[in-house]
């Protein structure tokens, strides 16, 4: 069993940087694949990255590439999400997932264990 637990998010202007953080408690094997998701209001919840734990392979949805940055630390347990020019339309909650699957899947389905979500508000 593995237990995530997401920090991190809040309040901030368009134009600025969050950084959130997942901490797994229990195993993390090698294969794993962490990701980050999000909900918005009225909204289905949407993929937004993800990393191979053992290859450190990195996947984003289009619309968060090239202004966010997903790694982890290994001997920490954690998967950061770093998420700078904000935008309006970035704020959603955003939870952290996990998949036993070898192979990225972008459907929330895919992943057997989720964290309780951080609030991520952006204001214009």
């Known amino acids: 069993q593995v237990q995530l637990a997401e920090s991190g998010g809040g309040l901030v202007q368009a134009g600025g940087s969050l950084r959130l953080s997942c901490v797994a408690s229990g195993t993390i094997y090698s294969n794993d694949i962490v990701a980050w998701f999000r909900q918005g209001p009225g909204k289905e919840r949407e993929f937004v990255a993800a990393i191979n734990w053992r290859l450190n392979k990195k996947w984003y949805t289009d619309s968060v590439n090239g202004r966010s940055t997903i790694s982890r630390d290994a001997a920490e347990n954690t998967v950061y999400l770093q998420m700078n020019n904000l935008k309006v339309e970035d704020t959603a909650v955003y939870y952290c997932?996990?998949?036993?699957?070898?192979?990225?899947?972008?459907?929330?389905?895919?992943?057997?264990?989720w964290g309780q979500g951080t609030q991520v508000t952006v204001s214009s």
């Open positions: 997932a996990l998949s036993k699957s070898t192979y990225i899947d972008y459907r929330p389905g895919a992943y057997a264990y």
